[in-house]
Every structure is written in structure tokens, then in C-alpha cells.
């Protein structure tokens, strides 16, 4: 098993999630809206 | 003893090229499998209680699949673990980030454009309250963001200048840390522009091409209706030479009208741009519905159809040519997008708040700022925002994409009103393994690239 993406250290990711959710690089530079505007 | 459990959000499948790919949703732990562990992990999988772990590899394996959550003990609740994460995330005040829009107004009038440039600059009134405001949450930060964003923000360069100056001053007193992003047509990003970026903290820059110059000169055009395809190409060069740390991503918005001719693009962007950059594609989507200010909607079914099809398509066309595509869905996630945190505000030129750069108008703002540095808040409308809860809806506790998703677009919550039962995501488990797929090639691709620039330096 070779990880291409490192998983979130089980018993730390809150800590990890504190430290990186800040950031805008939570879903990087406006990646992911504007496809689902239709009611 | 407590047995062992599978995870509910683990996804196993197989790459183009045969490779087998395991990832889990809620550690986001991503594994290439080889051919020898391959039969060993669907049998870990389907019954982890009684693998036999009769061999240091098979005892390592079984490590491996439990640091990546791919199995766990018996009595672990995934969802409450991921409710969590997430209510920690969405309602932290130890951050900030703003989206401000230092002016509506814009050069280009593209043809699917939704704002309204109406409103013009950002006053210096309103610029020296929200500078307040800031320097009085300071005190309780450690990060703080600024995304760019308009109308297009650089025509308004002034503004960004003298609110980043007064916001780092304080930042810089107080010990947290900046950041900035923008969103920019790229027009006016000239080489005195991008010397400034960098004291203006600016880490990524998102520019859009919507194709290869005659589909991008028809739809991302000024107002005198002059295309605009080889100045943003200049510019884009410009600030890769310029800057060699930027983030670079190209966004370029899609439809019925263009999917087939935007691979041309592939193969006429330079080659700076394709090793520099990372690419990604996103169908222009229909205006907001008409209490916000938009015109008749585009049914949802034939929107997300498209969206299912073309989209991945194109991912695939890029990557056979090099291109480094953009995919930020498959790291840790808290929340759909930044209007599901407390600490996220959009902030227009008349210093109103909104939660979203899409559903916003002065009338539905959350708060304004004052020139005298106090935020107002309309408490009802902002809770109104902020009250999804995905953990609380059937279909979503149900759902093996909820830890990606998160309950989807909080702006199509806000519009459905009463109907919060209904799944408002973009994405299905198909798009999820199809994409999973793209992110995997890649890494092949980086891997490649990585490669190419070691034997390149080598070989000076």
C-alpha cells in the first residue's frame, strides 16, 4: 500500500484541521462553487 | 474486545492504466495498490474481523488500513467524528477571511456574466471602517485571508493596496499570520502590478481562458467588445517569470456552446503556462432565480447531465496533454465552501456583508460595516446561512460522498427555503470515482514533470 496522499493522523486531525481549515485553501482559490445554482 | 469495521466512504477502484486506487473519504488517505496486496485488501475489506494477519506484510497492511481509516474499531461513529471536524472548523473565531470586492465595476463584460457593476470603488470612509473592524477582531486571530475578488479587483488596485497596508500593519503588531488570494480577468496585470503582489501577500492567482482565442475573444471581451485572449496570455507570462512561488490556476467556464472547441487550447497555451499552471473547468452556470435578481433558470437536470459528462471529458483531454488539473475536493473537508463558516464574510464596495459571491445583494446582506469600524449585523439572516446541518438530513447521513460534499451549496439552501430534505450537491459516487481517477493521473503527471525538470537540471 503506497500512499499517494497522506491520510489525516488518526488522534491528531482535529489538530490538523484547526491548523489547516483557516485558510482559504479549503477549497483553494474558488474551486468548487458556481455549478449548482438552479432551483 | 471491540471486533473491526470497514468505513463506510471508502472507495476502491481501478485506474485507467489498471492500477488499483483506495481512498477514504473522511482521512482522505489515497493508496496505490500493487498487484500482491491488491486481493489482500478487498479481503481486509470485506470482512475485517476475520483476516488472517499470519505475515509481517499482512500485519503491516493492516497498520496501513487502519492509520487511513480504511477499517476501525467496531464501535467508531464515522459521522459523529466528521460532525466534529466540522462544527470545529465552521464556527472557529480564531480566523478570518474576507472576500472583498474592492469595486463591482469591470473592463470586460463577458457574456454569462451574473454581477451587476453597478456599484463603483470602495470609499475611503468604507475602507478606513473595515480596517477598524479587522484591527478589533485582531486581538483574538491567528490567520487571516483576503481573497480578491469584484467586478474585477484590479481596477480598484488602489483600494486593495491601502486595505492590505492597514490590515498587515495590525497583523504584523498582533503576530497573525496573512495570506492573500485573487481572482482576476488578467487584463491589467502588468508587470508594476505583479511586483506589487508580493507586498501585498498575494500567494495564488486564478485567471480564466475560456478557450482557444476565438471561443475566449466571443465570451471574455471588453466593453468596447475587443477580444482579450493575447494581452491575459502576456500578462500570465509576465507573472510566471516574476513570480516563481504563485500559485497559478486557470479557470475556464464551459457550455453547450464550447465544450467541443476547448481542447483546441490544449495545444496552443504555452508551454510555460501548461508547466507553471494548473487547469481546471467549470460550466457557466445559470443566473441566480429571480428574487435575487437573475433571469429564468436552466433546468437542473439538464445542467448537472452536462456537468456529469463534459466536464470529466475535458480533465481527461488536458492531462493527455500535460496539463496539471486543479482538484480541491479530495483534501480534509470542514464544510462545502467558505459561506458555511462563521468567519467568512463577502465584503461589497458599500462595506455590506454577505455570505456568498453568488447570492449576494445589498438587500440580502448579513451586516454592513460603518465608517466607524463597527460591524451590524442582521443576526436572523446571518443564522438563516450558517443553519445547514447535513448531519441532521436523512439524505445526507445516508450519502458515501457526505464527507466531500458536506450538505452541498448553503446558497441553494438558502433559495429552497422549506425543501432542506433535498440533496443540493453537484456530485454522485460515479463523478467521485471518475474523478478520483483524474486526481490520480495526476500525480502521475506531477511525478513526470518532477522528473523531466531533475534531468533537465542535470543535464546543464
Known sequence: MDFLMNPLEVGNELIRIEQTSSRAQLNGVCGICCVTLTQ | ?460
Not at chain 2, 57 to 71: D, N, P
Not at chain 2, 96 to 101: D, K, R
Not at chain 2, 392 to 408: A, F, N, T, Y
Request: charged fraction near 25%.
Open chain 2, 1 to 460: 474486545m471491540t471486533g473491526l469495521k470497514s468505513s463506510k466512504y471508502n472507495f476502491l477502484l481501478d485506474a485507467d492504466d489498471g492500477t488499483h486506487l483506495l481512498y477514504n473519504a473522511i482521512s482522505c488517505g489515497f493508496a496505490k495498490l500493487d498487484n500482491a496486496s491488491y486481493p489482500e485488501v478487498q479481503k481486509l475489506l470485506a470482512d475485517p474481523n476475520n483476516y488472517q494477519v499470519d505475515t509481517p506484510e499482512k500485519v503491516k497492511l493492516l497498520e496501513s488500513a487502519k492509520q487511513a481509516r480504511y477499517i476501525m474499531d467496531e464501535d467508531m461513529n464515522e459521522l459523529e467524528i466528521l460532525k466534529l471536524r466540522s462544527n470545529v472548523a465552521r464556527f472557529r473565531t480564531d480566523s478570518l477571511h474576507l472576500t472583498i470586492m474592492p469595486t463591482l465595476q469591470c473592463n470586460f463584460r463577458c457574456s454569462y456574466c451574473y454581477e451587476n457593476p453597478n456599484q463603483g470603488k470602495m470609499s475611503k470612509e468604507i475602507q478606513r471602517g473595515l480596517v477598524l473592524w479587522v484591527k478589533e477582531k485582531m486581538k483574538t486571530l491567528k490567520s487571516m485571508d483576503i481573497s480578491w475578488f469584484g467586478g474585477e479587483p484590479l481596477l480598484a488596485f488602489d483600494v486593495m493596496k491601502r486595505l492590505t497596508y492597514g490590515i498587515k500593519k495590525y497583523c504584523q503588531k498582533e503576530k497573525v499570520d496573512f495570506s492573500a488570494t485573487i481572482t482576476t480577468n488578467g487584463y491589467l496585470m502588468g508587470e508594476k502590478v505583479i511586483t506589487e503582489f508580493k507586498n501585498l501577500g498575494i500567494t495564488s492567482v486564478q485567471v480564466s481562458i475560456d478557450g482557444p482565442p476565438d471561443i475566449h475573444d466571443k465570451r471574455r471581451i471588453l466593453r468596447s467588445g475587443k477580444g482579450t485572449y493575447d494581452r491575459i496570455i502576456d500578462n500570465l507570462l509576465v507573472l510566471i517569470t516574476l513570480m516563481k512561488d504563485v500559485e497559478i490556476v486557470i479557470r475556464v467556464n464551459c457550455d453547450n456552446l464550447s465544450f467541443n472547441n476547448i481542447p483546441e487550447m490544449f495545444d496552443i497555451l504555452p508551454d510555460q503556462i501548461r508547466e507553471r499552471s494548473q487547469i481546471y473547468f467549470r460550466q457557466v452556470f445559470p443566473p441566480p432565480p429571480p428574487e435575487w435578481g437573475g433571469k429564468q433558470l436552466e433546468s437542473r437536470q439538464a445542467a448537472e447531465e452536462n456537468v456529469k459528462i463534459c466536464l470529466p471529458e475535458l480533465f481527461t483531454k488536458a492531462q493527455k496533454h500535460r496539463f496539471v488539473v486543479y482538484l480541491p475536493y479530495f483534501v480534509p473537508r470542514v464544510a462545502y465552501c467558505e459561506a458555511d463558516t462563521y468567519s467568512h464574510y463577502v465584503v461589497d464596495p458599500q462595506g455590506n456583508l454577505h455570505k456568498c459571491t453568488v447570492g449576494f445583494s445589498p438587500e440580502k446582506r448579513v451586516g454592513y460595516i460603518t465608517p466607524k469600524g463597527e460591524a451590524v449585523m442582521n443576526v436572523s439572516d446571518l443564522a438563516r446561512w450558517l443553519s445547514k446541518d447535513p448531519f441532521s438530513m436523512e439524505v445526507c447521513r445516508e450519502c458515501k460522498i457526505l464527507p466531500l460534499c458536506l450538505g452541498g451549496c448553503d446558497f441553494s439552501h438558502f433559495c429552497a427555503r422549506g425543501e432542506s430534505k433535498k440533496c443540493h450537491s453537484v456530485v454522485d459516487p460515479m463523478w467521485l470515482e471518475e474523478n478520483l481517477k483524474i486526481l490520480y493521473r495526476n500525480f502521475c503527471l506531477k511525478n513526470g514533470k518532477e522528473q523531466l525538470q531533475r534531468n533537465n537540471r542535470s543535464s546543464v
